[in-house]
């Protein structure tokens, strides 16, 4: 799943680590910076890992900008992210830097645990809901973006000005840069105080990508049902008009998307209260789990027909 767990030496302890890097995604270098420690931390905190030991920066400076571009830049993004690992009570302690044509920015990161600090993604059981932190269309809300600046874009830039305004591009570009940019930390701390059942962080395989590989890593024989799905506004009515990412089948990539949790019904909206209140933004409950349907192909995960979007 989003770690490796292996067990130490030492009695009743585990060593958790994740690592993960991406290319520019905003044009924001300190928010990419940001982004891409909140992206690395994600893999733990999916698994209800709360505190972070260590981080190692991946870091690559590109050799196709000036060399005053690149300065400023790079030392944006690694402000960005040592700044976004303070904010995690962590701390960068190490890494690589290389050249490379294109900028890149990631991290390796660790915790040693004791077994009540992690929660395996692996204990769905049938009649537990699905719950999702963070709305989904962040490739779309990026790339619309840059369409507006891109030659080879022109023509998807002004099919696009048919159907939302400047203002409607940038504000949907915010709100994904915010949302990538906000930690999943405080969704791992909730998920221990409400006895979660498992969980996944959703980016580059999709929503439904993710949910596959969780259902499929759990013991019992159950599916996942989606039936509602939280998009950022006027998302779905680009991917309906303009150019197809297949939004609402749940393929299009994320990047540092919010946790995908099974629990109990019964604790699921108050998971989802007290995470608004502590990160100022909802959480949803977007499906269940329910007995495997197909004994033969085994667990699967779904999006019903006819999803309920909420635009959010």
């Known amino acids: 799943m989003d770690c490796s767990v292996v067990p130490l030496r030492q009695k009743g302890l585990f060593l958790i680590s994740t690592t993960d890097y991406f290319y520019p995604l905003v044009d924001d270098p300190y928010m990419q910076g940001m982004i891409g420690c909140a992206n690395v931390l994600s893999d733990l905190y999916a698994m209800g890992v709360v505190n972070c030991d260590n981080i190692l920066m991946i870091l690559a400076a590109s050799n196709e900008m000036q060399k005053e571009e690149r300065t400023i830049a790079t030392r944006l993004m690694i402000k960005g ?3 976004q690992a303070i904010a995690a009570e962590t701390a960068v302690t190490g890494g690589q830097t290389v050249i490379n044509p294109w900028p890149i920015i990631g991290g390796a990161a660790t915790s ?9 993604p692996d204990a769905a059981q049938v009649g537990d809901v699905l719950v999702l932190t963070k709305p989904i269309g962040i490739q ?3 790339n619309i973006h840059q369409w507006r600046n891109l030659p080879a874009k022109v023509e998807q830039w002004a099919k696009l000005m048919q159907f939302l305004t400047e203002e409607q591009v940038e504000t949907a570009y915010r709100k994904a840069m915010k949302s990538m940019a906000r930690l999943n930390r405080n969704g791992a701390k909730l998920m221990h105080v409400y006895e979660a059942h498992g969980a996944t962080d959703v980016t580059g395989f999709g929503l439904i990508g993710h949910a596959q590989n969780l259902v499929r890593n759990q ?4 599916d996942f049902e989606i ?3 939280p998009i950022f506004k006027d998302l ?4 309906e008009k303009v150019n197809s990412w297949s939004l609402l089948k749940g393929t299009s990539a994320e990047t540092s998307g919010g946790l995908l949790i099974a629990m109990s019904p019964d604790k699921a909206q108050s998971f989802c209260e007290h995470l608004e209140k502590l990160d100022g933004v909802p959480a949803w409950i977007i499906g269940k789990v329910v007995p495997v349907k197909d004994t033969v192909k085994g667990r699967h995960a779904r999006i019903v027909d006819n999803v309920e979007v909420l635009e959010i």
Do not use: G, H, P, S
Not at 219 to 222: A, D, G, S
Not at 236 to 239: E, G, Q, S, Y
């Open 236 to 239: 779905k009515l680009v991917d």
């Open 112 to 120: 040693v645990c004791t077994q009540d600090e992690f929660i395996m």
């Open 227 to 229: 039936e509602r799905i």
């Open 219 to 222: 013991k019992n024989e159950v």
């Open 140 to 142: 779309i809300a990026v």
């Open 81 to 83: 992210f040592n700044d």
